[in-house]
């Protein structure tokens, strides 16, 4: 509120525009829930609660063998997950999640027990109605393979030990298990549609069927009873739906889950690649220029990002949205204004540097406003880091400079002469974190040098970018990003081999009379 105030008079007095820009916070409470200690240890318990309590249903009290098993069981596994999935075991809302979905497929699992020992269904069917998949296909597509291969190795053994009290392992659970889940993770390394999921299920589904033939858990033989016959096809039918049927609650659940636990898929990103998002038709409108650039930008990084491995889609995405901030000011930008009047022309070189390293800002206020992804305005506030806008700086060094000289005739003394200072011509920051965004600002950078090249071929475009990036380099902009030089050579290969394609010179065509 006292900040408000104090706007507010200096608004009053002409000091400032009164506009009060969005900001980037972080909120402390929720980097506690996120990183703390505390709160680990208590998920932890509650995980090891819930899954006991899931072993003792049914039941009066567990043996200290079963609890034995069940203790060292979990002890691996989560030794596991600290060694070999630090991401994970470090984050209290991954954690919670990759085991929120084993906890919820072993009560399924429970589920089934109980009903086949109460005699409610017949034991020959129960065993192909598990949703041997449920936690591996949910994983696969929310957080990767790597905690799904741990969801589906941790659910199979302790699955298998619930159908057996704990006293041993029930060797056609596991192997079904384990061969149904990786077929499911096999069938969602990329999905970017949801009927890639329902395919899923039907491998799985497939899947379960044959091994259930092979096991022995659908006897066919020959001859057989019509009412053998009738289980036969009751059994077959279950094992296709089960996987059918899990597919698609999982479908279902992916939007929810998205939202709760802040993760986001493939198939989330595809759909913010709309261009008709209301910012993107606006720039299309509003800023021409600036909507085409970015067109060919993300056409540009996700190329690049398709090289080196990373999410092509976040570099698509965060490539439509990056220059969002020049909707403020679209006409002071070169792809928007025309040959015959530059505005620039009637700015000092320090308020034009303002202007252009401005469209960040304001980009980012605007994705904050519209309520855009977080990765998408870590991208605009870091596509352009700390470099500095060299052509204004030249040309203020120039201005000092004829300053200078003109004052050695007028006899103006050096403190006279205006100062020049690198800062004021440095876009904020900060650098550049993550691997999209250097893909999205290499690209940006190559996209905007190449169409400021009269005859651009694949060799001048080759020296420009490689002395471009080897400035970049020495300067530091890329210190603070996990990214080898090597994929930074990638990128640069990749751009270059996608321009040198895209203008290309054409046949000059011949004139009719």
Same mark, same amino acid.
């Given at each position: ?83 070999? @999935?630090?991401?994970?075991?470090? &984050?209290?809302?991954?954690? *919670? ?68 009290? /704990? ?14 889940? /990786? ?44 009412? $053998? ?31 709760? /636990?802040?993760? =986001? =898929? ?27 650039? &970015? ?82 305005? $870590? ?10 806008? &060299?052509? /204004? ?27 020049? @200072? ?18 999205? &600002? ?7 040098? =190449? ?37 930074? @050579? ?13 203008? @290309? *010179? ?8």
């Amino acid at each position: 509120m006292v900040k408000y105030l104090e706007q507010r008079q200096l608004a009053a007095r002409g000091l400032t525009c009164g506009k009060i820009r969005r900001r980037i916070r972080g909120h402390q409470f929720l980097r506690a829930l996120e990183k703390g200690w505390g709160i680990r240890l208590l998920t932890l318990a509650l995980i090891l609660t819930s899954l006991f309590g899931i072993m003792l249903l049914g039941k009066e009290q567990l043996s200290s063998q079963q609890c034995l098993v069940a203790l060292s069981l979990f002890t691996i596994a989560l030794g596991g997950l600290w060694i070999g @999935h630090p991401t994970t075991a470090y &984050s209290n809302s991954r954690l *919670t999640l990759l085991f929120g979905t084993l906890i919820a497929q072993l009560a399924l699992v429970k589920t089934a027990i109980l009903i086949t020992n109460a005699g409610i269904m017949d034991p020959k069917l129960v065993p192909l109605l598990l949703p041997y998949a449920l936690a591996p296909l949910t994983l696969s597509v929310l957080l990767g393979n790597r905690d799904a291969l741990f969801a589906l190795l941790f659910g199979s053994c302790w699955g298998g030990f619930l159908f057996n009290n /704990f006293q041993e392992i029930n060797i056609p659970f596991l192997l079904i298990s384990l061969l149904a889940g /990786f077929i499911a993770m096999i069938a969602t390394q990329q999905v970017r549609r949801r009927s890639r999921l329902i395919r899923a299920g039907i491998y799985v589904g497939i899947t379960t069927w044959i091994l259930a033939i092979m096991l022995g858990e659908i006897a066919i033989a020959s001859p057989f009873t019509k009412s $053998d016959g009738m289980m036969i096809l009751l059994q077959s039918v279950g094992a296709l739906a089960s996987g059918i049927v899990t597919s698609i609650i999982v479908s279902g659940l992916l939007p929810i889950l998205e939202y709760l /636990f802040s993760v =986001t =898929t493939e198939i989330s990103w595809l759909e913010m690649a709309d261009l008709n998002h209301p910012l993107l038709r606006r720039l299309s409108l509003e800023a021409p220029g600036t909507y085409q650039h &970015s067109i060919a930008v993300a056409t540009l990084a996700e190329a690049a990002a398709e090289a080196i491995h990373a999410n092509a889609s976040i570099c698509r995405v965060g490539a439509y949205f990056h220059d969002i901030g020049k909707l403020v000011k679209p006409e002071y930008f070169t792809e928007n204004t025309s040959s015959d009047f530059n505005p620039h022309d009637n700015l000092t070189p320090t308020m034009s540097s303002l202007i252009i390293t401005a469209h960040v800002k304001e980009g980012i206020d605007l994705a904050l406003k519209n309520k855009l992804h977080r990765r998408i305005v $870590d991208i605009i506030s870091q596509h352009h880091g700390t470099t500095m806008v &060299s052509y /204004f700086f030249e040309r203020a060094r120039q201005q000092q400079e004829d300053v200078r000289l003109g004052g050695k005739m007028l006899n103006l003394r050096e403190e006279d002469i205006p100062e020049v @200072h690198e800062e004021t011509f440095r876009y904020p920051g900060p650098k550049l974190q993550t691997k999209e965004a250097v893909v999205v &600002s290499l690209a940006d950078l190559a996209e905007s040098a =190449t169409h400021s090249m009269e005859k651009p071929s694949r060799q001048r475009i080759d020296d420009l970018l490689q002395s471009v990036f080897k400035e970049r380099l020495q300067q530091g902009e890329y210190n603070e990003c996990p990214i080898t030089v090597g994929e930074l @050579h990638k990128i640069v290969e990749t751009l270059v081999n996608t321009l040198a394609g895209m203008m @290309h *010179t054409r046949v000059a065509y011949k004139k009719t009379n």
